[in-house]
């Protein structure tokens, strides 16, 4: 069964760091490509970043300059390293498959407030 396990996040001040990982498994890692999701309260789930298996990467523009993704196909691992963290980058951040938008780990919660 395919098992996605966020972790990371956290209690962060404005303008602070925070890094996310998300732990894969019951699928072929490396052939897959890899995206952050996030859902703050009261809104729609939304993409944060994409990496495909090739290492193709893009982001959404609310989180260009800011984030970073990258993954370790060894680990069956992808991160979100989060740069100068706003009040509106609170949200529960999940990692999935950007084609299998079906299964849904727990997700991870990170909250900015000073």
């Known amino acids: 069964q395919v098992q996605l396990v966020e972790s990371g996040g956290g209690l962060v001040q404005p303008g602070g760091s925070l890094t996310l990982s998300c732990a894969a498994s019951?699928?072929?890692?490396?052939?897959?490509?890899m995206g952050w999701y996030r859902q703050a309260p009261g809104k729609q789930r939304e993409s944060v970043a994409n990496?495909?298996?090739?290492?193709?990467?893009t982001y959404a523009d609310f989180v260009k300059g800011r984030f970073a993704i990258s993954r370790d196909n060894a680990k069956n691992t992808v991160y979100l390293q989060m740069n100068s963290l706003k009040f509106d980058d609170t949200a529960v951040y999940y990692c999935?498959?950007?084609?299998?938008?079906?299964?849904w780990g727990q997700g991870t919660q990170v909250t900015v407030s000073s």
């Open positions: 999935n498959r950007p084609l299998n938008l079906v299964n």
């Open positions: 019951g699928f072929t890692f490396s052939v897959y490509g």
């Open positions: 990496m495909t298996r090739a290492n193709k990467i």
